[in-house]
């Protein structure tokens, strides 16, 4: 396991060298490489460290919490951060985070909170919401909250988390993971080892309701199947045709498997409502760190921190949600639509 380096006995502010950087308090602009061997220099953000640019680093450490970046940050090799005590204040970045390897978060404190999207190789992340999308080859999240996409090119899996959509090469999805779009897609088989929930949410913005609306839970009877010149089938019609091709549902070739409730019988008009009011609130979260300071004053750093926990506490609860009443049968459809 990674180490962070002894950086005991520094009685200034910060240090720099051609081989490091390191802050552990208000540096005012950006951390940028002068010249090439500069390129290749590691930056260590203690506890206390506020950066009002950005980042260049060949290695990026961020040894406890209460770090903040306002600016983007871009990492050649790995973005490490240490593992802290429960209570540690957040780690946040306010704009894009490009990493060329590995992000690796040590334990699940403190909370790593992104304001836009991470790019990155492989993304291992315990304890971080997300106000963008993830964009990586390879994923594993675990209590965290995504307001954007999942974009895996190769292998994803979630678990204890709360994500808008997800798009992989291979999606596994353990227990207690939720959704705020009702489908998801994967070029294999998607793996679902407990059932999913796809949130319809209240007004997270007052403080008298529940969080949570409704619910619609997707299990494997939710998974369809598309390949080019096919229809949309059914998983069980869909096998057969599926061998026909490769000796395994993980091997679909010019093939697409789709999470979705596309096949419910449903009273949609109340569900695309939620819907629609969940796609209105994150494109405001997500958006909220590039308004003008004038429109963000609509929205304090108390209102984020608490429309967060109500996020969290959906997690940790694991209570069970009040369910959507949105099945039908064809005759009450009819009688409905026909204005009996």
């Known amino acids: 396991m990674y180490e962070f380096g002894n950086l005991k006995g520094m009685d ?19 951390i940028i490489p002068g010249n090439r ?9 203690e506890p206390g460290a506020e950066i009002i640019g950005g980042i260049w680093a060949d290695q990026l450490h961020i040894i406890n919490g209460e770090v903040e970046i306002h600016k983007s940050v871009f990492v050649r090799k790995s973005l490490f951060i240490g593992k802290c005590d429960p209570g540690t204040p957040p780690i946040t970045m306010n704009s894009c985070c490009v990493v060329g390897d590995d992000v690796v978060q040590n334990g699940q404190f403190p909370l790593l909170r992104f304001r836009s999207d991470l790019y990155s190789s492989r993304v291992n992340l315990k304890n971080a919401i997300i106000y963008g999308s993830i964009y990586a080859d390879q994923i594993m999240l675990d209590h965290c909250i995504v307001l954007g996409g999942v974009y895996c090119k190769g292998r994803m899996e979630i678990r204890n988390s709360i994500v808008f959509t997800f798009r992989a090469n291979v999606a596994v999805l ?6 705020l779009s009702p ?5 294999s088989m998607i793996q679902i080892k407990a059932p999913v929930n796809v949130l ?6 007052k403080g008298e309701e529940p969080s949570v609306k409704g619910v619609l839970t997707l299990d494997e009877t939710d998974i369809y199947f598309y390949r080019t010149g096919v229809e949309v089938k059914n998983k069980a019609v869909m096998t ?6 490769c000796s395994e549902i993980g091997s679909m070739e010019n093939a697409m498997c789709v999470l979705s409730m596309a096949g419910r019988v449903i009273e ?3 569900i695309a409502k939620g819907f629609r009011a969940n796609k209105n609130l994150i494109q405001f979260l997500t958006l909220h760190s590039h308004l003008s300071d004038a429109e963000k004053k609509s929205l304090t750093s108390e209102d984020l921190e608490s429309i967060e926990a109500k996020m969290y506490a959906l997690i940790e609860e694991k209570a069970p949600f009040p369910k959507l009443e949105s099945t039908y049968s064809f005759n009450e459809l009819f009688k409905k639509y026909k204005g009996e």
């Not at 057969?240 to 091709?245: A, F, H, R």
């Open 200 to 205: 319809s949410l209240n007004d997270l913005f």
């Open 268 to 270: 949609a008009n109340e």
């Open 174 to 179: 353990n227990e207690n993971v939720s959704l």
């Open 183 to 187: 489908f998801g897609l994967s070029d």
């Open 12 to 30: 200034r502010d910060y240090i720099q060298d051609s081989t490091r950087y390191v802050v552990k308090s208000l540096h005012r602009g950006s």
């Open 37 to 45: 061997i500069e390129m290749s220099r590691n930056v260590y953000l």
């Open 240 to 245: 057969d045709l599926l061998k026909e091709d």
